[in-house]
């Protein structure tokens, strides 16, 4: 994998456990923080576009889906990496 694709990986992991740690802290109103029932929000940008496909699932496992959606474009990424370094390797 090239330089440039794991990079956009790890950032992408970043900002999805800064997302986690804003949802637990506004979750729960850890450190002095109110709670937030907005405070998932910016896992929804993260999961597109599977949040919206199982969007009607019951509330309890659509929970769920939002918290892990971003994992599954985290795997398509490390996916397309993948393939393009195999494609550039096989081109040299």
């Given at each position: 994998?090239?330089?440039?694709?794991?990079?956009?990986?790890?950032?992408?992991?970043?900002l999805?456990?800064?997302?986690?740690?804003?949802?637990?802290?506004?979750?729960?109103?850890?450190f002095?923080?109110?709670r937030?029932?907005?405070?998932?929000?910016?896992?929804?940008?993260?999961g597109l576009?599977?949040?919206h496909?199982?969007s009607?699932?019951?509330?309890?496992?659509?929970?769920?889906?939002?918290?892990?959606?971003?994992?599954?474009n985290?795997?398509?990424?490390?996916?397309l990496?993948?393939?393009?370094?195999?494609r550039?390797?096989?081109?040299?």
């Open positions: 994998m090239g330089r440039p694709c794991k990079f956009v990986i790890a950032a992408f992991l970043l999805y456990i800064a997302a986690l740690a804003i949802l637990v802290v506004g979750t729960y109103g850890l002095g923080a109110e937030d029932p907005l405070s998932g929000i910016f896992l929804m940008p993260l576009p599977w949040n496909f199982l009607d699932l019951p509330t309890a496992l659509l929970r769920w889906v939002v918290v892990t959606s971003p994992l599954v985290v795997f398509l990424l490390w996916l990496c993948r393939a393009v370094a195999r550039r390797s096989a081109a040299n």
